[in-house]
């Protein structure tokens, strides 16, 4: 049961660090998402659209503390897609290991 939880924690902690850098990838465009991960960052969006602080924080430059704000807001959604990943492995393994026992 504890392994479990770390894994969760575990696969929380590579989307958020997955979500951090595609986000400072879309920086110089004056974005917060590229593209290519529009749907997949969708919860992550959502989060930070509505949690303080504001939004507006790509007009005059970067604001890094906004910045930082954003990214903390944006942790909910990548806890809940870590424990999404952590029960799809915990499943795959189950059937996994009932195919392998004779």
Do not use: C, N
Not at 6 to 31: E, R
Not at 46 to 64: C, H, Q, S, T, V
């Amino acid at each position: 049961m504890r392994f479990r939880l770390w894994l969760g924690v575990w696969f929380a902690v590579l989307v958020h660090l997955l979500f951090v850098v595609q986000l400072l990838m879309a920086l110089p465009d004056h974005g917060l998402i590229l593209q290519a991960f529009a749907a997949v960052f969708m919860p992550h969006a959502i989060l930070m659209y509505f949690l303080p602080p504001r939004f507006d924080f790509l007009k005059e430059g970067i604001d890094w503390w906004r910045l930082v704000g954003k990214m903390i807001d944006a942790a909910p959604a990548s806890l809940f897609y870590g424990f999404l990943l952590q029960q799809i492995t915990d499943r795959a393994l189950k059937v996994w290991r009932k195919r392998r026992a004779p």
